[in-house]
């Protein structure tokens, strides 16, 4: 059995002509191998023109229940009973917050930063849209790193736009938006060392 995982992280060139990938894929090599891959649906036309016949089992992750992301607030806020009673108004008050929980990892990030906000008594500040959370889990990483690195004489104070902060930290991540924005267009999600510049801005 080969295990390939992440197919739809793989670029277009790795996925087509005679890649390795692509010829392992048709059966051209290892005719005989059982494949496991797995792939976000994005990618899930070219996965399926490579293959010479249907899978034999196609598994889709359903992400959590109902009942699985209310015993996960329970658990994220145990510790603070005021805190999810809330978080539980909150999620209710934006119906789009909650209806994205299904996935864990969001999950995870709309809990945490949720608590964010209300350590800094700024709950009002919370996310309502997919980018606002992306946006703000951002923030709490870049608040930790300017809290513990020993360059940054930073107090763990909040900052609410990103050209507040040091502009050597603000020029990265530009760097990076820039990537990510130009990785969408060609729909690359993986890059290579050489492909990040941070000479340039560190």
């Known amino acids: 059995m080969l295990v390939l995982d992440g197919f739809d992280e793989l670029s277009e060139q790795q996925r087509t002509g005679m890649s390795f990938i692509s ?3 048709r059966g051209d090599i290892l005719p005989k191998a059982t494949l496991l891959i797995t792939s976000r649906p994005l990618a899930s036309v070219s996965l399926n023109q490579l293959l010479p016949h249907e899978p034999d089992q196609h598994i889709e992750v359903v992400g ?9 607030i329970n658990s994220a806020f145990s510790h603070n009973t005021q805190l999810r009673d ?6 209710k008050s934006y119906p789009f917050v909650y209806s ?3 996935i864990p990892l969001h999950c995870r990030i709309i809990t945490e930063v949720y608590e964010t906000y209300w350590k800094e008594g700024s709950k009002e500040f919370a996310p309502k849209t997919l980018t606002e959370l992306y946006k703000s889990l951002l923030r709490s990483l870049m608040m930790r790193y300017l809290g513990d690195h020993p360059d ?4 763990r104070l909040g900052f609410r736009n990103f050209d507040q902060l040091p502009r ?3 020029n990265t991540l530009m760097m990076f938006a820039e990537l990510g924005a ?3 267009e060609k729909q690359q999600y993986v890059f290579n060392d050489h492909e990040l510049p941070l000479s340039e801005y560190t």
Do not use: P
Not at 86 to 91: C, E, K, P, R
Not at 152 to 155: A, D, F, P, Q
């Open 182 to 184: 130009k990785g969408i």
């Open 168 to 170: 050597d930290v603000y």
């Open 86 to 91: 809330n978080f539980q108004t909150y999620i």
């Open 152 to 155: 940054h004489k930073c107090k």
């Open 64 to 72: 959590f229940s109902e009942d699985d992301i209310e015993a996960y």
């Open 100 to 102: 994205i929980m299904y």
């Open 23 to 25: 010829r392992l894929l």
